[in-house]
């Protein structure tokens, strides 16, 4: 299994960033797909997740309103659009799948919202 994020970067408050999360070594199609976040001296957070299919997504409240989760099963990859970021949304973000019981983790990728 690997799971690679991109799209991280630093953006002002106000502005939007797309992260993705190519996925190989499993059927991606099959699998509940998540974005977490961990902001420094924070715990690690379940941003938003999507069904295997699409039809279904979940999203913290801090988030709602403001990021959108999606996937694209014909290019394993799964998207985080956020928009209208805050200087709160900064942290390091990770995709992750669960597979038998375990996860299994991306490499991360940096966010940092500031004037």
């Known amino acids: 299994v690997q799971l690679v994020e991109s799209g991280g970067g630093s953006v002002q408050p106000g502005g939007s960033l797309r992260l993705s999360c190519a996925a190989s070594?499993?059927?991606?199609?099959?699998?509940?797909m998540r974005w977490y976040r961990q902001a420094p001296g924070k715990e690690r957070e379940l941003v938003a997740d999507?069904?295997?299919?699409?039809?279904?997504?979940n999203y913290a409240d801090s988030v709602k309103g403001r990021f959108t989760i999606s996937r694209d099963n014909t290019k394993n990859t799964v998207f985080l659009q956020m928009n209208s970021l805050k200087p709160e949304d900064t942290a390091v973000y990770y995709c992750a799948v669960r597979l038998n019981g375990r996860n299994y983790w991306g490499q991360g990728t940096q966010v940092t919202v500031s004037s």
């Open positions: 070594g499993f059927t991606f199609s099959t699998y509940i």
């Open positions: 999507i069904t295997g299919g699409g039809g279904r997504t």
